[in-house]
């Protein structure tokens, strides 16, 4: 439950902390823009399917600083650089800069790449970084280095959190659990354990992209990875937040239930001290979540590839508010299926791109919640066509 906590906040009891009270009809919690697709890596689960080279019709620097100040004028909490690899861009430095000098606080994704080195991490401390996030999808070299295509990208990784520690730059460990890597989920927390960050943040593989069918997770794996995130977060120093696993706010709140019903009272541990501010409940495609890509479309999400028109035609915040397609995704009337009849919709919604990544539909369930409405009744299934997802991926 929510509860009013002073104006402009409210406070969260399912996850213990003060969020800002955003109206996502107005503008989101949360803005990425994709400065480059350009990479030296390879990921076997790259939404973008990055290239090593700059595309020609990538967002200039002061097309860049334009969209920055749209940002700022429409007080978006949180705003991330990422790729690609936005190193890969020489007017990053000046882009941070920017950023900082009209207020907006800025997250940065790069690549574990040999362009990431001490002197850059240092630089953009310097610049007004507020956040540095690494990927780190193994406990160990082999497994990190085979889902990022290049060998030696673990240690570098390593690297990269030593020097941003050094630096002061508060650090976000970014983890996308699949196939891959699920045997290694005990090792990936201990080693998470390990390290000092602000933020564990838990990618659930959309198969978009290189992201493959047979690499997703079932419905009961969801609930299994959702289990050892939730133990972990009783005793964490760090926050623990996941992306496109919408249902684990869904898991969250049945646990606090639980544990109400069983007299324990919720674990508050101390965090790590961090500049950025945490999503609000009910963060979904579209709704409180704006993705702008490298040559200015403006998407629900990164994983969803519905484009709702060009930053280069209109303001971001008129694409935001009043384009059909984020309209429609914030209204949840219109979820289908065991979403549309789930009580816990309103926090949860499930993930629209997972939803139309596996049938072609936004509006349709999430393919991967285990959870049965109360009263709900499934319809007869009826025979399946190939989808959108089997066509673009050639199965």
């Known amino acids: 439950m929510v509860t009013a906590a002073g104006a402009g906040w409210v406070f969260d009891r399912t996850m213990n902390v003060q969020i800002p009270a955003i109206d996502f009809n107005e503008r989101p919690f949360l803005a990425i823009w994709e400065v480059t697709q350009a990479c030296d890596l390879a990921c076997v689960h790259c939404r973008a399917s990055a290239q090593p080279n700059r595309h020609p019709m990538e967002l200039s620097t002061t097309e860049g600083k334009d969209l920055i100040d749209q940002i700022a004028k429409m007080q978006v909490p949180v705003f991330v650089l990422t790729g690609g690899d936005p190193i890969k861009r020489p007017d990053l430095f000046e ?17 574990a790449t040999p362009l990431l080195t001490r002197e850059i991490v240092v ?53 996308t659990f699949s196939r891959r890597n699920i045997g290694e989920i005990d090792a990936m927390v201990a080693l998470i354990e390990s390290l000092r960050i602000t933020l564990w943040s838990v990618f659930f593989l959309v198969p978009t992209g290189r992201g493959k069918l047979n690499d997703l997770l079932n419905a009961d794996e969801f609930e299994q990875v959702f289990q050892k995130l939730h133990q972990l977060s009783r005793t964490a120093r760090f926050d623990i937040k996941t992306t496109e696993a919408q249902h684990y706010r869904r898991y969250l709140l049945q646990q606090h239930a639980a544990d109400r019903r069983a007299g324990m009272a919720s674990a508050s541990t101390e965090r790590a001290p961090d500049m950025i501010g945490r999503a609000p409940r009910g963060l979904n495609d579209g709704k409180g979540f704006v993705f702008i890509s490298h040559t200015g479309e403006v998407f629900p999400s990164g994983f969803l590839p519905l484009s709702a028109g060009s930053i280069r035609r209109q303001p971001l915040s008129v694409i935001y508010r009043e384009s059909p397609l984020f309209r429609n995704l914030r209204d949840t009337d219109k979820l289908e299926g065991k979403c549309g009849a789930c009580e816990f919709k309103k926090i949860c919604g499930g993930s629209r791109a997972r939803a139309y990544a596996l049938t072609g539909n936004p509006h349709a369930e999430e393919p991967c919640c285990s959870y049965i409405p109360r009263g709900y009744v499934a319809p007869p299934p009826m025979v399946k066509t190939a989808t959108t997802l089997h066509v673009l991926q050639g199965a």
């Open 95 to 111: 882009l941070i800069a920017h950023a900082r000098s009209v207020g907006v606080r800025v997250s940065l994704t790069p690549s």
């Open 123 to 175: 630089r953009l401390k310097e610049a007004g970084l507020a956040r540095l996030a690494v990927s780190l999808d193994g406990s160990s070299a082999a497994t990190h280095d085979a889902f990022r295509g290049m060998s030696g990208s673990f240690a570098r990784t390593m690297d990269a959190v030593r020097w941003a520690n050094e630096a002061g730059l508060p650090v976000q460990i970014n983890t």
